[in-house]
């Protein structure tokens, strides 16, 4: 992780090759409403600023069979660039939602569309 690409993600220390298309980054926070005797609305923030990816992108069959792995883990150890802290972190998280789908085929390989999401696995 030398250079200086953001856009860079590491599951379980291997890098996809993020390349091509699409990968946005969505902040969500986790709360309660109650309503108290008085009749007023009570709001408990439990967590804020909860990240999850969305990824879509090209790769050959090679990756796509990392990806398989990678889907069926509980839990997998994420690097990924941190606005807040602006550097490279460890996240814990996990893959949703995974679809590959075989767009070409040609004399050397396989080529697919993969989507997938990742979401927080809180510590």
């Known amino acids: 992780m030398a250079d200086d690409r953001k856009i ?3 599951f379980n220390e291997v890098e ?5 298309d699409k990968y946005t980054e969505d902040y969500t926070h986790v709360d309660s ?9 009570l709001r408990a923030v439990v967590r804020t600023h909860i990240p999850s990816l ?5 790769c050959d ?5 990392k990806l398989d792995a990678f889907d069926k883990a509980s839990r997998l150890t994420c690097k ?20 590959p789908d075989l ?21």
């Open 33 to 41: 409403w109650n309503v108290s005797e008085a009749g007023t609305n």
């Open 16 to 20: 996809l090759d993020l390349t091509n």
């Open 80 to 99: 990924r660039w941190d606005e807040s802290t602006a550097s490279i972190i460890d996240w814990p998280c996990c893959m949703v939602n995974y679809s």
């Open 103 to 123: 767009i070409i085929e040609d004399d050397n390989t396989r080529w697919y569309k993969v989507s997938f999401k990742l979401n927080d696995l809180e510590e």
């Open 8 to 10: 860079r993600l590491y």
């Open 54 to 58: 969305s990824i879509s992108y090209k």
């Open 61 to 65: 069959a090679t990756e796509k069979a």
